[in-house]
Structure formats: structure tokens, C-alpha cells
T-cell receptor, first 114, second 112 residues
Framework: GENVEQHPSTLSVQEGDSAVIKCTYSDSASNYFPWYKQELGKRPQLIIDIRSNVGEKKDQRIAVTLNKTAKHFSLHITETQPEDSAVYFCAASRGGGSQGNLIFGKGTKLSVKP | DGGITQSPKYLFRKEGQNVTLSCEQNLNHDAMYWYRQDPGQGLRLIYYSQIVNDFQKGDIAEGYSVSREKKESFPLTVTSAQKNPTAFYLC???????????FGAGSRLTVL
């Protein structure tokens, strides 16, 4: 079946360094790729997303890149801060539909050390 | 709470008991979803509904049931047939035709 692989499962960086999280997906019909941030005990919050007709998208310190040929996409966080510490999930839409039926990766726990 | 309210926040259940988790949204979203979250497992789709009185099974529907009698409400029942129900349950909603999910704050179910 369709799946999304996410790496690494844990990531520790020093404050100010960059962090990169990578995901691969299996369904070639997927056309929407969001990233969610979940702080401990809280709900996932959308931080950035990208659609298949775009190769890169940036929002301040956060950027996402998409390689449709290789079926992988990545989250880049620059100038990390302690408040960036959280679990990050990537996801891919199921099939080519526009409904919110997403397949999630297993998450990356990011720790930013002051 | 972002327009989606889940209750209760914490719930304890004895083995063999059914329990119903509530999810209400005032965002006028057409579609609603239930995801289960386990440590290290990401989010897995249980059921989803794109319109009132209709719903579809997700990847792990066994042992769960839902109803969608009103646009605003999508309750999830965890039945005694669910072998490992202890988990964090997240409800979400979206506008039909859009992928962006808005999540509720979650309900943590513990089976004693």
C-alpha cells in the first residue's frame, strides 16, 4: 500500500544551526505535501505545505523542497531556536484527489539545544 | 480551540467497554477525519466523512465505528473489539476539495 518514509526519527542540533528532515512517498499520484509541527501534548499544526506543481516554497526560516521524479521532499529549518523543538510530521495526499485524506510519516523529534 | 472541540481530553476505560469520543467543529467544514496516534507511529487514519450521512473506512477501521448525522459532529466509538485501544485520538476537518487539515486538541484514551 501507499506509505511515507521519514528520516531521521530523532535530530539534535545546536541553536542557530540548520535542520533538515527528509521524506519519501510511494504513490506517484500524490500531489499535496504538508508538514505539521506537534509540541508535546498538543495538536499538530500546519507549518508549511507544497503542491506538486512547485519545486520549492519558503516561509521565513522554513523551506520545503519537492523532487517529484525521485518522490521525495524535505523540510529545511534555518537559524534554529529552542522553540523549534517539537515532533515534525510530513504527509502526502492519497491518490490525486483533493480531499484531506493524508498518509503521514512516523515523525522526527527535533531537539534544539541552547 | 481552533474551531474543533474534542471531548473528553482524558478517558479511562475498562476492558470490554465501549467508549465514544466527541468531535464538534464550527468551521463549516464539509469533511471530518479521525486519526490515531501512537508513540513512534505517526498518525493513522481510522475513518473519514466528506458529507453528512456518509463515511469511509481508513487504514485501521477495525474495532471502531462512526456516525455523521450532522455536519458539525463526527463522534468515534471505540468498541470492545479494538484489541489495543490505548492511544491519542485526533479529530480533524477540512473544506471539501481542499487538503488542509485543522486538528482538534485530541483525546487520550487509556484502557485499564
Amino acid at each position: 500500500g501507499e506509505n511515507v518514509e521519514q528520516h531521521p526519527s530523532t535530530l539534535s542540533v545546536q541553536e542557530g544551526d540548520s535542520a533538515v528532515i527528509k521524506c519519501t512517498y510511494s504513490d506517484s499520484a500524490s500531489n499535496y505535501f504538508p508538514w505539521y509541527k506537534q509540541e508535546l501534548g498538543k495538536r499538530p499544526q500546519l507549518i508549511i505545505d507544497i503542491r506538486s506543481n512547485v519545486g520549492e516554497k519558503k516561509d521565513q526560516r522554513i523551506a520545503v523542497t519537492l523532487n517529484k521524479t525521485a518522490k521525495h521532499f524535505s523540510l529545511h529549518i534555518t537559524e534554529t531556536q529552542p522553540e523549534d523543538s517539537a515532533v515534525y510530521f510530513c504527509a502526502a495526499s492519497r491518490g490525486g484527489g483533493s480531499q484531506g485524506n493524508l498518509i503521514f510519516g512516523k515523525g522526527t523529534k527535533l531537539s534544539v539545544k541552547p | 480551540d481552533g474551531g474543533i472541540t474534542q471531548s473528553p481530553k482524558y478517558l479511562f476505560r475498562k476492558e470490554g467497554q465501549n467508549v465514544t469520543l466527541s468531535c464538534e467543529q464550527n468551521l463549516n467544514h464539509d469533511a471530518m477525519y479521525w486519526y490515531r496516534q501512537d508513540p513512534g507511529q505517526g498518525l493513522r487514519l481510522i475513518y473519514y466523512s466528506q458529507i453528512v450521512n456518509d463515511f469511509q473506512k481508513g487504514d485501521i477501521a477495525e474495532g471502531y465505528s462512526v456516525s455523521r448525522e450532522k455536519k458539525e459532529s463526527f463522534p468515534l466509538t471505540v468498541t470492545s473489539a479494538q484489541k489495543n485501544p490505548t492511544a491519542f485520538y485526533l479529530c480533524a476537518s477540512s473544506i471539501n476539495g481542499a487538503n488542509v487539515l485543522t486538528f482538534g486538541a485530541g483525546s487520550r484514551l487509556t484502557v485499564l
